[in-house]
């Protein structure tokens, strides 16, 4: 036979498959998930018991970890030290555990996620309550199986005198599924185990009279009774877990928040990190230092707060921010029956109730089977005593020992268990003193055996034994509740008062996009001049916004989209610095670029609307109300038509005179009561009909035939022209000429297209950018008034090839 005819084919799926499935059920039964009885994961009992087992107990001097790793290691657990001893380490962490399971002695770690020290450095002994964990263990209360390699016997469970699964909680991540079972008061489990017990159709509700929901050893604030009661019947649910922080007055006015817990399992060095990060970055303003002053009097973190700064408020941030607040999610999951399952409250219980009820009738078979024993042995003595002298006699006839046993049994009816300890009997108990004590440890041994078998013929005895025990290790070992309940969930509410200090600001834009925030301080330093903002070369200012720190600004872009920046995220420069790119600030799309920046102190003004007008000619009104957003990315401000862009946003009473004006000269004016209110994302209605290749290039409201409309063409002619020649017309025509283009071979032009238009009520003063960046002032009383369709009068040298593209009003 060939090597190859030795194989036999296989599928790659079944083979991963089987191979997959041996190893989930290896991981969810043998390591990530506890088993419902005892609350140990198979590391944790192994330890325990190795502990146990070499008599490392709270009666005796601490040893080396590094010797009860190896004793794990090498008897029961076959896998890396480090795994064992982090085990280990776990269970030595009173910040982690509601009652440690091992007594450690040295450097076991900090609640700052500081490591605990090497094996070889650190001792441990098992702590008190462990050893009611593993308490008659011997007394075959617990199955044994073989270990890795068949050299010695390993507990499948505990007996756990106690219910350790949600005295301690557990958390583990297997294939498939995932355990978080928080921590539980030991007085109050230990009551509610005693009402499921008296009353096994106990419903719920009651079971939560005496056991409120979790007590985290690092105590807290914990909110949410729908969430524990969620929890305690489906197995899943969800808290909220604040830390516990009291506000105190210092001198001069000022305050600090000080921090004594924090919730479960925040490393408490990253909080005051966050917390600091967040008075580095000035997210919020108020906070003067953030120390940490935990030592061996317990947890004190302390954020020190400026002057007059809002207290209330700035702790909201941080609770809403950091860790100081979490979500912790119930996720009950336990082996029962050797299979993973999701339990409610009672169910845990119940399965604790039913381990214990085999616990205590093993134990009570075992010292049934020894009384009965001692006691049968002690009626042989007792009868012994009785017949002294035969039973004497009878030995002293015997050849040797054998003989003597046979000849007790033969004779006198004796066992040959009670023949063999008469054999063994010392002269002294032969004394009067000693008859009297035998018949004392008779009686009473029948009356142990009367009580056990009576435990065993009654489930009330029963129950009853088990109840005493659990009142003594209530009585003992109990401790009041570290973490206070709440029933109602608070929500957090950040004004922006507490965040941002009001301030008077200004907010400059640049043709090329930056954008920056100046103090009226570093402005009025700078010379107090708006024409000297500091841009990068080649770029000009566009717009200065006089606006404070609490106040929204909202940034259109050409492509239909909006952002609402809150004037204090805008980053601050001095006056001569160029500023930042606004891509930085915000998520603007590639190839989109901004239309228009408004400021908004407030969107509860009903009567304010936005009005949109797109280069295609559309226009759209919306109220002021639906622009309010959350979101810190861009939001849909309306719909864009293909090759068409938003020319730019204008502020609306829904009261004025709306004027538009072409890029070939072309004008319409008409009431933007005509535009009747819609929706965010509305595409608009026609504003002006416009000729194929025809864009508008500007748009304002006029008022009531005053004043006048001007106009500039890419060559820089300009000319005014009286508001009251554009009569109003509807809304959608073609509109009027605004500008005669002069053409012809022998004829100087003036222009090919309009660049720019303006309504003048009051001397205006402007600058024409042409293509290569030159900028040029003029006011525009220099343009003379004449007829709508008059060419103009040159004011701004340009030619065809460096044409004006645009026209800004001057900051």
């Known amino acids: 036979m060939s090597s190859l005819e030795q194989f036999l084919p296989a599928f790659l799926e079944e083979v991963v498959g089987d191979r997959f499935g041996r190893y989930s059920k290896y991981i969810i039964q043998d390591r990530a998930i506890p088993d419902v009885r005892d609350g140990l994961k198979p590391v944790q009992r192994r330890i325990l018991y190795a502990m146990y087992d070499s008599g490392n107990t709270p009666d005796k001097p601490y040893r080396k970890s590094a010797k009860t790793v190896g004793d794990v290691m090498g008897n029961y657990h076959p896998h890396g030290d480090s795994s064992i001893y982090e085990g280990m380490v776990r269970m030595a962490q009173p910040w982690k555990m509601g009652h440690v399971l091992v007594d450690g002695h040295g450097n076991w770690g900090s609640m700052d996620d500081d490591p605990a020290a090497a094996m070889r450095y ?133 305050q600090q928040i000080v921090i004594t817990e924090i919730p479960f399992q925040v490393v408490k060095s990253r909080l005051v990190t966050a917390m600091e990060n967040i008075r580095l970055e000035r997210k919020v303003e108020g906070i003067a230092e953030v120390r940490d002053e935990s030592g061996r009097e317990g947890l004190r973190i302390v954020v020190e707060l400026k002057k007059d700064a809002d207290a209330q408020g700035i702790l909201a941030y941080l609770l809403k921010k950091t860790d100081l607040q979490i979500t912790y999610n119930f996720n009950m999951v336990a082996i029962v029956n050797k299979a993973p399952h999701q339990l409610g409250l009672k169910a845990i219980l119940e399965a604790y109730i039913s381990h214990q009820r085999d616990v205590v009738t093993h134990r009570t078979q075992y010292d049934l089977e020894r009384a009965e024993d001692r006691a049968h042995v ?190 204090h995220q805008i980053p601050e420069f001095k006056w001569k610095e160029p500023g930042t790119a606004i891509v930085n600030v915000i998520t603007l799309a590639k190839g989109d670029g901004i239309a228009a920046v408004m400021p908004v102190a407030s969107f509860d003004e009903p009567e304010r609307s936005l009005l949109f007008i797109t280069r295609k000619g559309q226009v759209k009104r919306t109220e002021l109300k639906e622009y309010f957003t959350s979101r810190s990315g861009g ?77 500039m063409s890419d060559l820089g002619y300009a000319k005014r022209s009286l508001l009251a020649d554009y009569p109003i017309q509807s809304r959608g025509g073609k509109g009027m000429p605004t500008f005669e283009f002069k053409e012809g ?5 003036n222009g090919t297209v309009i660049a720019g238009a303006f309504y003048v009520r009051e001397p205006l003063r402007l600058t024409a950018i042409t293509g290569e960046g030159e900028l040029h002032a003029f006011t525009s009383d220099a343009a003379p008034i004449s007829d709508r369709r008059s060419t103009g009068k040159l004011l701004v040298h340009a030619d065809k090839k460096n044409g004006i593209t645009e026209i800004l009003p001057s900051v």
Not at 490 to 507: C, G, I, Q, T
Request: glycine share 8%; aromatic share 6%; charged share 30%.
């Open 122 to 254: 650190t001792e441990a002994r098992l702590s008190p309550i462990a050893m009611e964990m593993l308490r008659d263990i011997e007394k075959r209360t617990v199955l044994f199986k073989d270990n890795f390699d068949n050299t010695a016997k390993e507990p499948v469970v505990v007996p756990s005198r106690y219910p350790n699964l949600l005295v301690n909680g557990a958390s583990g991540i297997s294939a498939g599924f995932a355990t978080e079972i928080p921590p539980h008061n030991l007085r109050e489990t230990i009551d509610a185990c005693i009402a499921v017990m008296q009353k096994p159709e106990i419903e719920l509700e009651e079971i939560m009279t005496f056991m409120k929901g979790p007590d985290f050893p690092t105590g807290g604030l914990i909110m949410g009774g729908e969430g524990i009661m969620d929890a305690y019947r489906t197995g899943k649910g969800r808290i909220y877990l604040r830390s516990k922080t009291e506000i105190e007055n210092l001198r001069g006015g000022k």
């Open 378 to 567: 002690l009626e042989g003595l007792v009868k012994a005593l009785n017949i002294l002298d035969e039973v004497i006699a009878a030995i002293k006839a015997s050849k040797n020992r054998q003989d003597a046993q046979n000849n007790l049994v033969w004779m006198f009816g004796f066992s040959e268990r009670q023949a063999d300890s008469i054999l063994t009997l010392q002269l002294y108990r032969l004394t009067n003193l000693e008859i009297v004590t035998l018949q004392k440890e008779l009686e009473e041994t029948e009356a142990k055996i009367a009580a056990l078998r009576g435990i065993l013929e009654s489930d009330k005895k029963l129950i009853a034994v088990i109840r005493k025990e659990l009142l003594e290790i209530r009585n003992k070992y109990g401790i009041d509740r570290r973490s206070a309940i709440q029933e109602e969930v608070e929500e957090l509410k950040v004004s922006l008062e507490a965040l941002v200090n009001a301030e008077d600001v200004l907010v400059a834009l640049s043709g090329d996009g930056y954008i920056k925030r100046t103090s009226m301080l570093s402005f009025t330093r700078s010379g107090g001049e708006r024409e000297t903002s500091g841009v990068k070369d080649g770029d000009h200012i566009v717009q200065v916004l006089d606006v404070n720190t609490r106040d929204n600004l909202l940034v259109f872009t050409r492509k239909g989209q909006y952002f609402l920046l809150p004037v």
């Open 635 to 711: 939001v849909a401000a309306c719909k864009v038509g293909e090759g068409d862009e938003v020319l730019t946003v204008l502020m609306s009473g829904g009261d004025k005179e709306l004027m538009l004006v072409s890029r070939e000269g072309m004008g319409i004016r008409f009431r933007e009561q005509e535009v009747n209110p819609m929706g965010r994302v509305a595409a608009g209605v026609r504003g002006m009909q416009l000729k194929d290749g025809d864009e508008l290039v500007a748009a304002f409201y006029t008022a009531e035939d005053e004043g006048e409309v001007l106009v």
């Open 745 to 749: 071979k022998r004829v100087r032009s």
